[in-house]
């Protein structure tokens, strides 16, 4: 083992840094996340804004402001003993 003909070489790899199972793993996560883009895009899309959804909604006047005793028995019930 005191060989001095033998000589100490750092450790190198044989195999290349990355296998074809590492490149797989890489080009799932690239889709996945691709995925996740695009369905969120979509959905963005689809949904209707708020100034869309206002126009057509029905105006429903309410008359509790012109009587004080319905106010009165909304705001004992809404305080009542069981809260």
Same mark, same amino acid.
């Given at each position: 083992?005191?060989?001095? =003909?033998? !000589?100490?070489?750092?450790?190198?790899?044989?195999?290349?840094?990355?296998? @074809?199972?590492? %490149?797989? $793993?890489? /080009? #799932?996560? $690239? *889709?996945? %996340?691709?995925? $996740? +883009?695009? =369905?969120?895009?979509?959905?963005?899309?689809?949904?209707? !804004? *708020?100034? #869309? *959804?206002?126009?057509?909604?029905? &105006?429903?006047?309410?008359?509790? /402001?012109?009587? &004080? #005793? +319905?106010?009165?028995?909304?705001?004992? *019930?809404? !305080?009542?003993? @069981? =809260?």
């Amino acid at each position: 083992m005191d060989n001095p =003909s033998e !000589t100490k070489r750092p450790y190198r790899p044989r195999r290349a840094g990355l296998t @074809w199972i590492d %490149f797989l $793993v890489i /080009a #799932a996560t $690239v *889709l996945v %996340f691709g995925a $996740v +883009v695009m =369905s969120s895009r979509s959905a963005e899309r689809t949904l209707p !804004t *708020l100034s #869309a *959804l206002t126009p057509n909604l029905p &105006l429903q006047p309410t008359h509790a /402001a012109d009587d &004080l #005793a +319905v106010i009165g028995a909304r705001i004992k *019930l809404a !305080t009542g003993p @069981w =809260s």
